[in-house]
């Protein structure tokens, strides 16, 4: 089974502060992804990577960055986080073999800015 | 614009009785379909896919039945169970590789 684990269910953190979500997923999985969830909103897209070193940007970019150092862990970096932050973060996972091959999701960061 | 719409935000069902969630989209370069489920405090789980080639999948409880001319695909659970109360969420892409958009979610609530 695969698993995609993030670091931290629950977070608070102030506004201004440089906060990082941390992903790892153990499937040996290229890409790698980073979602926000807001009521009403859905899963919208930040960040994807297809490999090592490689990121693009998603849909809604802007406030964040990110880092592929490893194959296995790819991280969310809120530069100087806003209350418009506050959210659920969702990482997932998937491999480029081809067939229908789904998103692999965590449980979710609820990440809270003060 | 929204390319991937669920139009119910919330659907109520009896235990036992067919749980019918609809998703329209716009893009006609989708041809990934899938759906998710997720309960509270979890990540979404993996469903069902259905690629464009298929006009119905079938896997157990669960049936997706794509129709392409109108741009509609439909998730039945057959027979609907209390545990099945979470928010489903459709999502298509171009490609088995493309990115997925999701639309905004159903919240099916199965009462006993």
């Known amino acids: 089974d695969v698993k995609v684990t993030q670091s931290s269910r629950y977070l608070v953190k102030r506004t201004g502060e440089k906060v990082f979500l941390e992903c790892v997923q153990d499937?040996?999985?290229?890409?790698m992804f980073w979602y926000r969830q807001d009521p009403g909103l859905g899963l919208r897209l930040i960040y994807f990577s297809y490999d090592v070193k490689m990121k693009e940007k998603g849909d809604i970019p802007e406030g964040y960055s990110v880092s592929r150092e490893k194959k296995e862990r790819f991280s969310l970096i809120l530069e100087s986080a806003s209350t418009n932050q506050t959210s659920m973060y969702l990482c997932?996972?998937?491999?480029?073999?081809?067939?229908?091959?789904?998103?692999?999701f965590g449980d979710g960061t609820r990440l809270s800015i003060l | 614009d929204q390319q991937v719409k669920q139009n119910s935000p919330s659907l109520s069902v009896q235990e036992g009785r067919i749980s019918i969630l609809n998703c329209d989209y716009t893009n006609s370069m989708f041809d990934y379909f899938l759906w998710y489920k997720k309960y509270p405090a979890e990540g979404p789980t993996f469903l069902i896919s259905i690629s464009s080639i298929k006009d119905k999948n079938e896997d157990g409880r669960f049936t997706v039945f794509l129709n392409k001319s109108a741009k509609h695909l439909s998730l039945h659970i057959v027979p609907s169970q209390p545990g099945d109360s979470a928010v489903y969420f459709c999502?298509?892409?171009?490609?088995?590789?493309?990115?997925?958009?999701f639309g905004k979610g159903t919240k099916l609530s199965v009462k006993p």
């Open positions: 999502a298509a892409s171009e490609g088995s590789q493309g990115n997925l958009i």
């Open positions: 997932a996972s998937s491999s480029i073999v081809q067939g229908l091959e789904p998103q692999h």
């Open positions: 499937m040996d999985h290229e890409n």
